[in-house]
């Protein structure tokens, strides 16, 4: 695939010299951000070098600094931090852009090609771009610094209404799981009954030291005897009836492993 993006790249470009760069979804590939190759290329052009496209090919102007250029597959590309500023201005809809944006930044976040922190650091020293406004909310999003609180409201409105169906009670705020006097994780929405804790994760549960945390606190409420399920807020609002029927399930079977140890706790000794 490389030599074919090679051979876009040097059409469209001039050898790609003098400030033209790989950029966008084709420099996300290169830095290891997407598994798949995007189809049409795309190529970053100085502001007055005006080309005509070939086909397959998509053409962004704008200068990039020293600093902002690298080279991946042996072709000047733009800098992991230019290459997701571009993904902030793709042309498809908000929330199109939003949900690519979370699954970039996690990437690079995981391959630790550039932190949170330091790519928050570049758009504030950055001139104005298109979709700054939704790169600051997605960075504030996966920082945990936006609450989820709405999201959370939805979900449990679901949630409540599969739980009284079964004829169990959802509890009305987070619930604190305790080992004897210790909180050791508190359940966004719990069934109590059986032990069940279900968790609406916002974007920074993506990042792998978030997951980390989140991996030692399930393990301390399992060994507490409890059931943790996690969804993220992006599934709970594409695919509500998907959501709401694996929560059933998960009560089902809960419920069905509650009865037949019951059963075999009353069965007669022989």
Not at 198 to 220: F, M
Request: aromatic residues 4%; hydrophobic residues 45%.
């Amino acid at each position: 695939m490389v030599p074919a993006l090679v051979r876009a790249a040097l059409e469209a470009g001039h050898a790609l010299e003098a400030g033209q760069l790989v950029c966008g979804p084709s420099a996300a590939w290169l830095h290891g951000l997407l598994d798949h190759a995007p189809t049409t290329v795309w190529i970053r052009l100085s502001q007055g070098d005006r080309h005509s496209a070939p086909p397959g090919v998509l053409l962004r102007y704008g200068p990039a600094a020293a600093t902002e250029r690298v080279r991946r597959a042996g072709l000047p590309t733009t800098s992991i931090g230019l290459t997701i500023r571009d993904f902030a201005g793709l042309p498809e809809p908000a929330a199109g852009r939003r949900r690519r944006l979370l699954h970039v930044i996690a990437t690079a976040d995981a391959l630790r090609l550039i932190t949170i922190d330091a790519l928050a650091a570049q758009v504030q020293a950055a001139h104005r771009f298109r979709g700054r406004p939704l790169l600051q909310r997605v960075l504030d999003e996966l920082r945990g610094e936006l609450s989820h609180s709405g999201a959370e409201a939805r979900a449990r409105r679901m949630v409540r209404d599969v739980v009284a169906a079964s004829g169990l009670r959802l509890h009305p705020r987070p619930y604190a799981i305790r080992q004897g006097r210790r909180v050791v994780a508190e359940a966004d929405l719990a069934v109590v009954a059986l032990r069940y804790d279900i968790e609406v994760d916002g974007p920074h549960h993506l990042l792998p030291a978030q997951q980390a945390k989140d991996r030692h606190r399930d393990r301390r409420a399992r060994a507490e005897g409890w059931t943790v399920d996690r969804f993220l807020v992006e599934e709970i609002d594409a695919h509500p009836e998907a959501f709401t029927r694996a929560i059933r399930a998960t009560i089902s079977a809960l419920l069905a492993r509650q009865s037949s140890s019951r059963g075999d706790h009353c069965s007669p000794r022989r």
